[in-house]
T-cell receptor, first 116, second 112 residues
Framework: GAVVSQHPSRVICKSGTSVKIECRSLDFQATTMFWYRQFPKQSLMLMATSNEGSKATYEQGVEKDKFLINHASLTLSTLTVTSAHPEDSSFYIC????????????FGPGTRLLVL | DQQVKQNSPSLSVQEGRISILNCDYTNSMFDYFLWYKKYPAEGPTFLISISSIKDKNEDGRFTVFLNKSAKHLSLHIVPSQPGDSAVYFCAASDSGNTPLVFGKGTRLSVIA
């Protein structure tokens, strides 16, 4: 299957700082990527749809000024958690759809964020 | 309103036996269905999918069955192995560039 990478895999930061997470599609071009969040023992929660060359589409309840998404190229989307607080600590996962195949999304390995 | 439902939060199966994970959906516009496997602290891994024009798709030990009239699909794993222990997510798509809709997952434990 297609490969999606995320960087960093783990980050610890102080409250009030901003953290950037990168999501890359390594062997295909993705016009659309998706960002999810997973709390412990809970299912995946879609945060936003990242569209290359245009604004991201945020799900209800997700603050767009808090979670900045930039999809600057066909292989890279970034999620920036601005002014992070302890409640933002979570596991963030991105996915991308390979346009060469059917409606299959491939997920990155995830980024564990811990805000102290 | 949950469009994709996995009603069993957990399932325990003995090694070598069959694991059957179930998923129901409500949106009749869904035409593509997927199963993902997820280990803790990792991203989900694509397992197998099925298009609505089929009622069965098989890949090694994994088989997905689709019953469109009942809006139900299931994932069969046989024989089950301890390494299959993970959370399994069912997902559905209505084509186009829309996000997949996921169920809440079923935690499978395969006991040796």
């Amino acid at each position: 299957g297609a490969v999606v990478s995320q960087h960093p895999s783990r980050v610890i930061c102080k409250s009030g700082t901003s953290v950037k997470i990168e999501c890359r599609s390594l062997d295909f071009q993705a016009t659309t990527m998706f960002w999810y969040r997973q709390f412990p023992k809970q299912s995946l929660m879609l945060m936003a749809t990242s569209n290359e060359g245009s604004k991201a589409t945020y799900e209800q309840g997700v603050e767009k000024d808090k979670f900045l998404i930039n999809h600057a190229s066909l292989t890279l989307s970034t999620l920036t958690v601005t002014s992070a607080h302890p409640e933002d600590s979570s596991f963030y996962i991105c996915s991308a759809r390979d346009p060469r195949g059917p409606e299959t999304q491939y997920f990155g390995p995830g980024t564990r964020l811990l805000v102290l | 309103d949950q469009q994709v439902k996995q009603n069993s939060p957990s399932l325990s199966v003995q090694e070598g036996r069959i694991s059957i994970l179930n998923c129901d959906y409500t949106n009749s516009m869904f035409d593509y269905f997927l199963w993902y496997k997820k280990y803790p602290a990792e991203g989900p891994t694509f397992l197998i999918s099925i298009s609505s024009i089929k009622d069965k798709n098989e890949d090694g030990r994994f088989t997905v069955f689709l019953n469109k009239s009942a809006k139900h699909l299931s994932l069969h794993i046989v024989p089950s192995q301890p390494g299959d222990s993970a959370v399994y997510f069912c997902a559905a798509s209505d084509s186009g560039n829309t996000p997949l809709v996921f169920g809440k997952g079923t935690r499978l434990s395969v006991i040796a």
